[in-house]
T-cell receptor, first 110, second 114 residues
Framework: RKEVEQDPGPFNVPEGATVAFNCTYS??????FFWYRQDCRKEPKLLMS???SGNEDGRFTAQLNRASQYISLLIRDSKLSDSATYLC???????????FGPGTRLSVLP | GAGVSQSPSNKVTEKGKDVELRCDPI?????LYWYRQSLGQGLEFLIY????????KSGLPSDRFSAERTGGSVSTLTIQRTQQEDSAVYLC????????????FGSGTRLTVV
């Protein structure tokens, strides 16, 4: 089983739609969780950290369920500019590497 | 600098030649990582430097690959006797190595081995 798994996608949604991405991780000792986005032929960029209590940043909401080892990202009122690959990232502890999921590709259609 | 700087941005080399890729992390970031990404693929971890600790080299695909980080700052990834399968974008990232702080990536070096 891979350390971090994500919905394979691609997700093709119309503008204005709400879309949710799921991510599961295998290391129960994982401490830090992030969502990154990667545009075509660009480097990944941090979208948001994921906190235990859940957190929101504008149209984006991230949730963490430690018991189920599951992370989610919800995008509301999707825009054309949201089209990208979304990467789930998990980290164990200090001195440990970040583990990237394979990514889920989103295309928002006009 | 304000961000992670990588050079060169593009490199075309002949099979069998050696190449050096450079990464200049964000000032003060103690952790530095190298990844590579082939076209349409996910990120492949190569090596991780954290402060003065021995680097985690577990991701290096062969002994043709090596990396060093001098003075806890600039890092160089060296690929010896390049092969066509080495063609990829090589991404460097740095971090404060806090549990709540993610990576910042450089814009990468696109390596093409012909």
């Amino acid at each position: 089983r891979k350390e971090v798994e994500q919905d394979p996608g691609p997700f093709n949604v119309p503008e204005g739609a709400t879309v949710a991405f799921n991510c599961t991780y295998s290391n129960s000792a994982s401490q830090s969780f992030f969502w990154y986005r990667q545009d075509c032929r660009k480097e990944p960029k941090l979208l948001m950290s994921v906190y235990s209590s859940g957190n929101e940043d504008g149209r984006f909401t991230a949730q963490l369920n430690r018991a189920s080892q599951y992370i989610s990202l919800l995008i509301r009122d999707s825009k054309l500019s949201d089209s990208a690959t979304y990467l789930c990232v998990v980290r164990g502890n200090y001195g440990q590497n970040f583990v990237f999921g394979p990514g889920t590709r989103l295309s928002v259609l006009p | 600098g304000a961000g992670v700087s990588q050079s060169p941005s593009n490199k075309v080399t002949e099979k069998g030649k050696d190449v050096e890729l450079r990464c200049d992390p964000i000032s003060g970031h103690t952790a530095l990582y190298w990844y590579r990404q082939s076209l349409g693929q996910g990120l492949e971890f190569l090596i991780y430097f954290q402060g003065n600790s021995a680097p985690d080299k577990s991701g290096l695909p062969s002994d043709r690959f090596s990396a060093e980080r001098t003075g806890g700052s600039v890092s160089t990834l060296t690929i010896q006797r390049t092969q066509q399968e080495d063609s990829a974008v090589y991404l460097c990232a740095s971090s404060l190595d806090s549990l709540t702080y993610g990576y910042t990536f450089g814009s990468g070096t696109r390596l093409t081995v012909v």
